[in-house]
């Protein structure tokens, strides 16, 4: 069965009387466990890919379904509720709140969800030994190096143990050794069957891949399995 | 609701000027309501204090002659006929005037209230602030003796006057047998109390009386022999130049004036506490403005528009709630402060300001409330980002 598939989607954005087609025609499905990467040039629609997946945003045609769940007419409300159970996302800008200390950055998507203060914070314990940052748990992110931080985000995309992990350029802002840990990190999360999805330009991260997807102009021009 | 609170009290102590300025206009508001509508509110309570004593159960009757009515004034006959009405137990009548007077070869003119030398004591200890200082209140049969003001013991004549001193009214000897403390009323303090017959004698007053207490029977039914009351004297005058009220009205018609008082204090005060309540709805405005790409990040990690609404309302609520604790010290501690000065300068029971538990609760839910509705429009704009827009921000 196919965790996502996205049939015929386009995406147009309108800037006053013009109209910028940013997707054209996507089709393309993802099964569970997959670690696709989908590479491209700016400008090339893999962040607008990103934020249709991710539900963040909806498409101008076709369907998204995810868990074979039609999310591309969903309400505001439906999709924060599918972000907040289906989808974790990794930021290349890591974008953790500042004022929270780690273990509350990794809590909050539970807190959105409902989940008891005790259950949470024992689960947001747990997720950041998992990801070698025991020792940092009432840290402010700003005390944190990007490598750590990157940790923590992958950690509070893990807290609703969601289906898909959407990382976008998620060794973007790091030194190589870094970034080489995050990779590792999220090939072990797919090696214990989470479903990993990564855009970027960095073909050396790309190939951590078992996919690749390659966007140009909007449209799919290679999708290979390795 | 724990979270929204712990997350609001980092969100307040992020930006602490900030927080501190906000809070500032809510205390002042705060601060300014409690402290006026105390004074109003102790005005009104030092005016029911003083009625209290004075009892519910008398009406009283004035002649407006004095104060330019038309007609003869009350008379012995208005008395007698008062006096047989149903459902009144005793008329005390009352002479005031001023008269001549010697004191050691010093002459000055003096105010005198005459009331009958048997019942004075009874009539004015229950109604007023009279206290003996020394000697004794005029009793019966006390015709040439007057009990007198602390101030006309004290500073009225050159010379003190004390207990057994005689002082010269109209030629006649009156000697003091007693002297009130101060009732902090100068009204009160500068004047003596003679026997009413004894003093209408001296005066030739004949059968004039300036106005009567009358008692009642029955508490209740005060507005009816009010009504009586009035027939009789209509019967007995060809004008009307008369006051009866009861001590209800009495009380009404001056806490009538404080309460205008107290309406223009209150809307003095609520405009500062709306000013208080846009510094609110700015901060927020500000913050969710710059917490642009936070609430982004929270959208994207599965936060529902109600989280965003509840975060930012609760958050603004607890500004109003704080900024409304301590305006409601500062001005309790205002009014205590006023209490004091008061007791200084106009002397004791005259005005007590009073902090009740219900002002301070309409002022903690007052401050609360504009916390929450400055809130809401930042909170619903921020409900509404576009997660995509507000993470690219």
Do not use: C
């Not at chain 1, 953790?96 to 914070?121: C, D, H, Y």
């Not at chain 1, 009432?138 to 944190?144: A, G, N, Q, R």
């Not at chain 2, 917490?291 to 607890?318: L, Y």
Request: hydrophobic content about 45%.
């Amino acid at each position: 069965m196919s965790l996502l598939k996205i049939e015929g989607v386009g995406k147009t954005y309108h800037m006053g009387k013009v109209s910028v087609p940013v997707l054209k025609d996507i089709n393309l499905e993802i099964k569970k466990g997959e670690f696709v990467s989908i590479m491209g040039p700016s400008g090339s629609g893999k962040s607008t890919m990103m934020n249709l997946v991710g539900a963040l945003d909806r498409p101008s045609a076709g369907r998204i379904l995810l868990n074979d769940v039609d999310i591309s007419k969903l309400s505001d409300d439906s999709l924060a509720t599918i972000r907040q159970k289906m989808v974790g996302f990794v930021f290349q800008q890591f974008n953790l709140i500042p004022r929270l200390t780690t273990i509350e950055n990794v809590e909050l998507p539970m807190w959105f969800a409902g989940i008891p203060k005790k259950v949470r914070m024992r689960r947001a314990r747990d997720l950041l030994v998992q990801v070698g940052l025991g020792d940092r748990l009432t840290h402010k992110s700003t005390e944190l190096s990007g490598g750590q931080m990157q940790r923590v985000a992958i950690a509070r995309a893990l807290a609703n143990k969601p289906e898909i992990i959407l990382a976008d350029e998620p060794t973007g802002n790091l030194d190589s050794k870094s970034g080489s840990e995050i990779a590792k990190i999220l090939t072990g999360l797919n090696e214990e069957g989470k479903t990993i999805i990564i855009i970027t330009h960095d073909a050396s991260l790309a190939k951590m891949a078992k996919r690749i997807i390659t966007l140009k102009d909007g449209e799919i021009v290679d999708d290979t399995v390795s | 609701m724990i979270q929204y609170l712990e997350l609001t009290f980092k969100n307040l102590t992020y930006r602490k000027m900030r927080t501190f300025l906000t809070l500032l206009g809510v205390v002042i508001g705060i601060t300014a309501i409690v402290a006026l509508v105390s004074i109003g509110e102790g005005m009104t309570k030092s005016v029911n204090a003083q009625f209290d004593r004075l009892g519910a159960d008398k009406i009283f009757v004035a002649s407006m002659v004095a104060a330019g009515g038309s007609g003869e004034g009350l008379r012995d006959k208005d008395l007698n006929r008062i006096e047989k009405l149903p459902g009144v137990r005793a008329v005390i009548p009352v002479v005031t005037l001023v008269a001549g007077s010697e004191f050691k070869g010093e002459e000055k003119a003096i105010p005198i209230t005459g009331v009958p030398a048997k019942e004075a004591e009874q009539v004015f200890s229950d109604a007023q602030a009279f206290r003996v200082l020394n000697g004794r209140w005029i009793g019966p049969g006390d015709r040439k003796k007057a009990t007198i003001g602390f101030n006309i013991h004290d500073d009225f004549y050159r010379v003190k006057v004390s207990v057994g001193d005689k002082i010269e009214i109209q030629g006649n000897e009156i000697e003091v047998i007693g002297i009130f403390a101060d009732t902090g009323d100068s009204n009160q303090n500068n004047r003596i109390f003679i026997d009413f017959d004894y003093l209408r004698e001296i005066m030739n007053k004949g059968d004039e009386i300036t106005s009567m207490v009358v008692r009642l029977d029955d508490v209740s039914k005060a507005e009816a022999v009010k009504i009586r009351i009035k027939e009789a004297l209509e019967k007995n005058h060809d004008t009307t130049s008369f006051m009866v009220l009861t001590s209800e009205q009495l009380v009404k018609q001056i806490t009538d004036s404080f309460k205008v008082i107290q309406v223009v204090f209150g809307g003095i005060a609520a405009v500062s506490l709306i000013v208080g309540g846009v510094g609110i709805a700015n901060t927020m405005i500000m913050n969710v403005l710059e917490r642009t790409k936070e609430i982004g990040i929270m959208k994207a990690t599965g936060a529902h528009g109600s989280h965003i609404i509840k975060m930012i309302v609760v958050e603004s609520g607890i500004i109003g709630l704080i900024g409304g604790s301590i305006g409601i010290l500062i001005g309790y501690g205002i009014s205590l402060g006023i209490n004091i000065a008061a007791e200084q300068y106009l002397g004791a029971n005259v005005l007590s300001t009073a902090v009740t538990m219900q002002l301070a609760g309409f002022a903690l839910a007052f401050s609360f409330g504009v916390g929450i509705i400055s809130g809401v429009y930042p909170a619903y704009k921020a409900s509404k980002l576009d997660p995509v827009v507000a993470l690219r921000s």
